[in-house]
């Protein structure tokens, strides 16, 4: 890491220094800038680095809300409006018991670079709450998400501000978010991504996390003389990204034999069925260890981060922040996985990043590999400007060349500035950053 970079990081340690995933990206993003510093000193004179790590506005709010038994329950809610340098804030709102701010303020950075490398012209946001929808009725969750919206409506709108979803906000929650917006503001516009299809969502949003993931290692694996047809692949999570990951996966010809909830993983030699998993994990909001009793030959394993013990071609780790460790990364190895795609933000942690690459291990960094789906939101955001709705055909074909384009972004970026022409981690921390920072060059100290 350079000085620059390096006396940037210790002022966010001595800022924040109980924000552990915070610092794990910046720090990640900072180590990877250093060649792109050093070709541009300019920067440091305009602090840009400062600039760019410290978000333009951080809201919190209280979003009180009353339970099935009429009791009163309180939940924390806020929206990290991190980078307006090229394009209204966009990025998802989580909702699970571990949010803080740390967590989001690692979301809003890397999704800045994210946003970046699409080319759309979105900027950098995260939000989200510590309520936890498992286990609640449909009721509870629409008085959740309305009281929630009826502080975080006065700051967003569809040039301001664009939320989504992410852990724990799927289309339920948008629905009776989206609802809550429409009703305050009286305005009927697309200020929420990943909307039902009868009211202004787009098709493929729901698929384009997942699909968007196949697509970039497709570009990577071929460029490597590798291919995703007749591989084994091992997916943890069974959420939004994992299930269309594997979906995809699927039809492009891999074998996909595990994937896991938070409570632990299954394991099915024969071939996962996603339709089983479907059926538990989308309609039925259950737990994968259902799955288990439903599939002959298959078995379920208590705890979710021995799933990486599982020998396969191609690890896709699509669950949560820091979910493959070094002995994870070590077993992938000992296994003989030979490439790992990040579905999830940051499941990997740095010391099992620096162990992949230095084994060779093909690595498409989740910033690059799981933009198809904010992707896919900024297409959604397209078709509602212009009163259209496109065909599955038409964004599918869109998303897979957004995902070839940041494929080729992180490659050229990884040749021309990185020691190993592989390190799409560097590649695509530099390309994501180079377009930002100039934007912000030419914007003047804001
Ligand atoms: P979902 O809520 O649909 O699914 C999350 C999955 O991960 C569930 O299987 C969940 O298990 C598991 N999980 C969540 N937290 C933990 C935890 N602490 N430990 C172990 N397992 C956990 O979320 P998504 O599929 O939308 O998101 C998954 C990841 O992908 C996240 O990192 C998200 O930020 C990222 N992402 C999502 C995008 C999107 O469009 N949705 C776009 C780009 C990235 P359980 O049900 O037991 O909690
Ligand atoms: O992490 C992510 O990119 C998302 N959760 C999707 C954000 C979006 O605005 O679609």
């Known amino acids: 890491m350079n000085d620059y970079a390096s006396r940037v990081l210790n002022g966010l340690k001595a800022r924040n220094p109980h924000e552990t995933e915070f610092l794990q990206a910046a720090t990640e993003m900072l180590c990877s800038l250093t ?11 305009a602090g840009l680095l400062e600039r760019f790590v410290e978000p333009e506005r951080i809201l919190a709010f209280r979003v009180p809300w009353v339970d099935d038994r009429g009791v009163t329950q309180v939940n924390r809610g806020y929206r990290v409006q991190y980078s307006s340098a090229i394009g ?7 909702l699970h018991p571990s949010v803080n701010l740390s967590i989001l303020k690692f979301l809003g950075l890397e999704q800045i670079l994210k946003n970046s490398l699409t080319g759309l012209p979105i900027g950098g946001g995260k939000g989200g709450s510590d309520f936890d929808p498992k286990g609640k009725s449909d009721r509870e969750v629409m008085a959740f998400c309305q009281s929630f919206m009826t502080e975080l409506y006065r700051h967003i709108g569809a040039d301001v501000d664009v939320p989504a979803g992410d852990i724990g906000t799927g289309s339920r929650e948008i629905g009776y978010l989206y609802g809550q917006y429409k009703r305050i503001t009286g305005r009927y516009e697309g200020v929420l991504t990943g909307k039902g299809l009868s009211y202004g969502g787009s098709l493929v949003r729901k698929e384009a996390t997942g699909y968007g993931l196949c697509y970039f290692m497709q570009n990577m694996l071929a460029a490597n003389k590798r291919k995703l047809s007749g591989a084994t692949v091992v997916i943890s999570g069974s959420g939004n990204v994992a299930i269309y990951a594997c979906e995809k996966a699927l039809e492009l010809g891999a074998k996909v034999v595990a994937m896991s909830d938070s409570s632990g993983y299954v394991h099915d030699p024969k071939g996962i069925q996603l339709d089983v998993i479907k059926q538990i994990k989308e309609v039925e909001r259950g737990r994968i260890r259902e799955y288990a009793r439903r599939v002959p030959g298959s078995d ?5 981060t021995a799933i990486w013990n599982i020998p396969c071609d191609i690890a896709l780790p699509c669950a949560t922040q820091n979910e493959l460790d070094l002995e994870s990364a070590i077993a992938l190895v000992r296994g003989g996985c030979y490439a790992v795609g990040e579905g999830a933000n940051m499941p990997t942690t740095l010391p099992a990043t620096e162990y992949l690459l ?6 498409a960094p989740g910033k690059a590999a799981n933009a198809g789906g904010v992707a896919t939101s900024a297409l959604e955001m397209t078709q509602n400007s212009m009163r259209l709705s496109w065909s599955f055909c038409d964004v599918d074909a869109k998303l897979k060349e957004i995902m070839a384009g940041i494929f080729e972004k992180a490659a050229d970026a990884a040749e021309s500035y990185a020691d190993c022409a592989t390190n799409y981690v560097m590649g695509a921390n530099i390309a994501g950053f180079l377009k930002v920072a100039d934007a912000m060059m030419a914007q003047g100290i804001c």
């Open 358 to 363: 230095e084994k060779g291990v093909l690595f």
């Open 35 to 45: 060649p792109a510093l050093e070709k541009h000193p300019e920067f440091e004179q």
């Open 300 to 304: 379920f394993t208590e705890g979710s």
């Open 88 to 94: 209204p804030y966009k990025g998802g709102l989580r």
